[in-house]
């Protein structure tokens, strides 16, 4: 079944790049419930990681940080492109830091709220 279009849409923006945080966390805010958005929102999280890091090889080896820049541009499409089609895809390389990404702590502690268990 078809999440809705308001947790695709939400699911989706959670891969915009330099605002994947912001994107997930209001995410993860409006849409606790839903596990394809939590799926999205640690994906986002350890996405918006990858970026940090691609931030510091491009100031340091200006090329290989702008290879791995826009490879990044290209998987965060390819990911909010999957999101908003009602797909759960990740990476492998990515799934792994993505699974330990703590959104229930993080829930938890902007709501002051348990995380709502699915």
């Given at each position: 079944?078809?999440?809705?279009?308001k947790v695709r849409f939400g699911a989706a923006?959670?891969?915009?790049?330099?605002?994947?945080?912001?994107?997930?966390?209001?995410?993860?805010?409006?849409?606790?419930?839903?596990?394809?958005?939590?799926?999205?929102?640690?994906?986002?999280?350890?996405?918006?990681?990858?970026?940090?890091?691609?931030?510091?090889?491009?100031?340091?080896?200006?090329?290989?940080?702008l290879v791995f820049w826009l490879v990044l541009?290209?998987?965060?499409?390819?990911?909010?492109?999957?999101?908003?089609?009602?797909?759960?895809?990740?990476?492998?390389?990515?799934?792994?830091?993505?699974?330990?990404?703590?959104?229930?702590?993080?829930?938890s502690h902007l709501t002051g709220r348990d995380?709502?268990?699915?």
């Amino acid at each position: 079944m078809l999440p809705e279009s308001k947790v695709r849409f939400g699911a989706a923006m959670c891969y915009l790049p330099f605002a994947s945080v912001v994107a997930g966390l209001i995410t993860l805010l409006k849409f606790p419930h839903q596990p394809f958005a939590i799926f999205h929102v640690r994906n986002a999280f350890a996405l918006f990681l990858v970026w940090f890091i691609s931030l510091i090889l491009l100031a340091l080896f200006i090329w290989v940080g702008l290879v791995f820049w826009l490879v990044l541009l290209v998987v965060s499409f390819k990911f909010a492109c999957s999101a908003w089609l009602g797909h759960e895809k990740s990476f492998p390389w990515l799934s792994g830091l993505a699974r330990m990404m703590p959104v229930e702590a993080i829930y938890s502690h902007l709501t002051g709220r348990d995380f709502p268990r699915h």
